[in-house]
């Protein structure tokens, strides 16, 4: 008997009876079971070493009895690590006549085989070092031996014991011979070809499998059930290639190395395939993962002390179990694919129960079998996967083509985009070109326009001085013509008291009209210099820089101010205050254009007070009042005023040019901007503004001397 | 007879008082003067009986001399009520409609026709 899977599969259903034939020597065999016949009844042993044990006419019957097919634990009485022999005296009956035999053997040790007396085979080492033995004693080739019916022969063994690890399981027997005919031979080493080709295909295959899912996993890490499969794969490669190996290994020292990993490997594959599973489906199955470790672990220990068969298909059906389990809750789910992953469960279940009630099918059939069995899971979930993949990948390159043709649209949108702009840029370009020639033509425009508005205002200022000028001229000429007309009564009068000798009286009245004579001299020069303000104020250019008295120029200006206004608006009227600080230095000023100054603040003084005055109550009493003073180094004249005052929000701009609270033409929104001109950059001086709303307003101009 | 003036222009005294000097020298005019109307309205207040004509300019700084005359007209209207004359240097229809409307018995322009206003006078006093 080979060992491979299949048969060991076939060992858990069908109970091996090692029957204890309690038969006369020789052994007589006449019949030829089904497996050939199997030499384990009848056997001598000793634990020394001879050569004539060899012979077949030495007289064995004082040794004791012993199984040789049993693993060596078993067989307590080979004690001790010396060179013994094995004998067995048998012969065939006539049932199985005169014929060839097919001599196979295998051990867990090294021997010489003797047929009646001749040597057989000599296989390894034998030593009665123990360390010095090399068990020879799996594959072994097999031999033709032709045995004649009826004849007794005998089979003597001499061996040499290895012991290797620690094991205490069945599966390696101590020495294990079978006979069998020619076309037994050759039926079984059909099936162990076939055999072969099945383990070829499915190391293949899980191979491929193992590279496949890898390569996925390497490609897509996030599909962890790729890496779980392959795990699986590749455990069951090396399964497999152990399986294929167990047919070519002799040196039973590495037949081991092989033999085990077969079953423990293919066992673990299961854990990672139910770990697939469970990643597949989303399903959790940690504590499950703990528990299917624990039962690995508890095979494990079985396998290697107990036996291998039993825990092994146990845990083989156990986790067979929870992976058809899974894939059941799975499909209740609606799971995505569960279907292809249970189909192949359900192909490998049918696969499997012909085994599992134990109909008995030919050898082919058997491996055929024992492929789909494997095959049908892992294709199931190797399909299942590559269905993920192809779908997810389809998936991908249908969103791929959404993205190419999103970013083609967007690609043609942004060169639309891109023209659009560059049009709009050209087109932009072009206008502020057009603008900046407007800009420029509206500049110089605006540049004239100002000469003109300072021009205008001007004018306008002097406009409203006409009705001022007109009453200040009138006021001296007033006087003028009266104290003239009284003086020519005087002198009349003053004749006469000359004619009537009256000297005293005479001279009395002389002197009154000398008196007047001064006052008609002193208006006529209140006149003229009215007349020369004037003068100098209309005038355009800019004037030259004279000492001149403030005190006089800001009294003239009020007076002109307020006359100006008076002669507008007949009910207008305002006290006057003035205090002016006596013997001020004169200072060198642009008299005119303070001039203008003083007059812009006394008409916004004016103008501040009337309005005031058109919503207070009759208790109201306009003032304005104006204040020369010295400052340090400079002259200071405040004009204040207890007008409608200026509100926060407009301070900083009323020295805006064009800046103007009055209705539209009533302000040319220039007065204070030029006043600033004139005092800061023309004159080096200042103009402060204390204001509360409502209440008054005061301008302090502070000239320099 | 006792006239106020008021004027803000100070030489408007000394002209008065030459004008009418024969008058005062034959005690038959007194002249008093007031700067302002508020100053006129003080001097009122103490000599109101004694003033017999009021010469009130109209165009004044503070109190105007029409303000002046609604003043006077309010506060010293027990009988016999003094005269009031407005003179103005503007001889518009606008300063005579509001002298005349506040109550001005007469209304002179500037520059002052003495002879006219000593002819205005006499007929006053007569």
């Known amino acids: 008997m080979k060992l491979n899977l299949f048969q060991l599969l076939c060992a858990l259903f069908i109970t091996v009876s090692f029957t204890a034939r309690a038969q006369l020597k020789p052994v007589a065999y006449d019949a030829m079971p089904e497996d050939g016949i199997t030499l384990d009844t009848g056997w001598r042993y000793s634990l020394e070493d001879k050569s004539q044990f060899a012979q077949p006419a030495f007289n064995d019957a004082s040794w004791g009895s012993i199984n040789p097919t049993k693993p060596l634990y078993n ?137 496949l899912h890898l390569a996925f996993y390497r490609y897509d890490p996030t599909q962890r059930a790729n890496l779980f499969f392959a795990v699986y794969a590749i455990s069951s490669t090396v399964g497999f290639f152990c399986v294929i190996m167990q047919e070519e290994v002799q040196d039973v020292r590495i037949w081991m190395f092989v033999y085990l990993p077969a079953f423990l490997t293919t066992l673990m594959g299961g854990i990672w395939i139910i770990k697939a599973l469970g990643n597949l489906f989303s399903l959790r199955i940690k504590w499950l993962e ?18 291998v068969d039993t825990p092994f298909f146990i845990g083989l059906i156990i986790f067979g179990l929870i992976e058809i389990g899974l894939t059941i809750k799975a499909l209740r789910m609606k799971k995505r694919g569960a279907g292809i992953v249970a189909f192949g469960f359900a192909v490998s279940v049918t696969a499997v129960a012909p085994f599992l009630v134990g109909i008995t099918i030919g050898n082919l059939t058997h491996q055929i ?87 205008s205002e001007k004018m306008a200022s002097l406009g409203e001085l006409t009705a001022g000028i007109a009453h200040e001229i009138q006021n001296p000429l007033n006087f003028v013509n009266n104290f003239s007309d009284v003086n020519r009564e005087m002198i009349d009068e003053l004749k006469e008291e000359l004619k009537a000798g009256n000297i005293d009286e005479a001279l009395v009245i002389a002197n009154d009209i000398q008196q007047n004579e001064e006052k008609i001299i002193q208006h006529g020069k209140r006149a003229d210099n009215i007349v020369k303000g004037m003068l100098q104020h209309s005038r355009s250019n800019t004037g030259e820089r004279q000492l001149s008295n403030i005190n006089t120029l800001a009294d003239e200006f009020l007076k002109l101010s ?144 | 007879m006792k006239i106020l003036v008021v004027d803000d222009e100070a030489d408007v005294q000394p002209l008065f008082l030459q004008c009418f000097r024969k008058e005062i020298r034959e005690h038959e005019i007194e002249f008093d003067f007031a700067l302002s109307g508020e100053e006129a309205l003080v001097y009122l207040k103490e000599k109101h009986s ?59 322009t500037k520059p002052l026709d003495f002879n006219l206003l000593k002819e205005k006078l006499k007929t006053l006093l007569a």
Not at chain 1, 567 to 576: C, E, I, P, R, S
Not at chain 1, 635 to 655: A, F, H, L, S, Y
Not at chain 1, 664 to 681: A, N, Q, R
């Open chain 1, 369 to 455: 079998l024992i492929l789909i069995e494997f095959l049908a899971p892992a294709l199931g979930i190797s399909l299942y996967l590559a269905r993920e993949f192809a779908l997810d990948s389809s998936l991908l390159r249908e969103k791929l083509v959404q993205v190419e043709t999103l970013s083609e649209q967007n690609l043609a949108q942004e060169q639309e985009k891109q023209q659009l702009l560059a049009r709009q840029n050209d087109s932009l370009e072009s206008q502020v070109a057009e603008r900046t020639t407007a800009l420029q033509k509206s500049l110089i425009d605006l540049r004239s326009a100002q000469t003109q508005l300072i021009q």
């Open chain 1, 75 to 211: 067989l307590p009485q080979l004690k001790g690590d010396k060179i013994g022999w094995l004998r067995l005296r048998f012969k065939t009956g006539t049932k199985l006549g005169s014929r060839p035999y097919i001599y196979s053997m295998w051990h867990s040790a090294a021997t010489e085989v003797y047929l009646d007396g001749k040597l057989l085979s000599k296989y390894g080492k034998l030593s009665n070092n123990p360390a010095e033995v090399v068990p020879i004693g799996m594959n072994l080739p097999d031999q033709e031996i032709y045995l004649t019916q009826g004849d007794e022969h005998v089979l003597a063994i001499r061996f040499a014991l290895w012991r290797g690890p620690v094991v205490r399981s069945n599966w390696i027997n101590f020495c294990f011979i079978t006979l069998s005919s020619t076309n037994q031979f050759l039926e079984v080493s059909k099936a162990i070809h076939k055999g072969n080709h099945v383990y070829i295909v499915l190391t293949s295959v899980f191979f491929l499998l193992s590279l």
């Open chain 2, 50 to 108: 004694e003033v017999v004509l009021i010469l009130s300019d109209i165009n004044m700084p503070g109190m105007s001399g029409i303000d002046l005359l609604s003043r006077i007209r309010h506060d010293y209207n027990v009988p016999p009520p003094p005269v009031v004359m407005m003179i103005t240097a503007y001889g518009d229809e606008e300063n005579h409609r509001q002298a005349i409307e506040n109550g001005a018995n007469d209304f002179l």
């Open chain 1, 290 to 307: 703990i528990v299917l470790w624990c039962i690995y672990a508890i095979v494990l220990v079985l396998i290697i002390f107990w036996q």
């Open chain 1, 562 to 705: 307020y006359h100006g206004l008076r002669a507008k608006d007949k009910t207008f009227n305002a006290g006057l205050s003035t205090s002016f600080e006596e013997g001020l230095p004169p200072i060198n000023i642009v008299s005119q254009d303070i001039g203008r100054v003083l007059l812009n603040l006394f008409n916004n003084a004016f103008y501040a007070v009337n309005q005031k005055k058109k919503v207070a109550n009759a208790d109201y009493k306009p003032e304005v009042s104006v204040t020369t003073s010295r400052g340090d180094g400079c002259v200071v004249v405040t004009v204040r005023d207890n007008g409608i005052g200026i509100p926060n929000e407009i301070k900083d701009k009323i020295m805006q040019p064009f800046f103007t609270t009055k209705p539209s033409g009533e302000g040319t929104g220039l007065g204070l901007s030029l006043s600033y001109d004139i005092v800061v950059k023309g004159h080096g001086g200042n103009i402060e503004i204390l204001s509360q709303n409502g209440v008054y307003t005061q301008f302090v101009v502070t000239l320099p001397i």
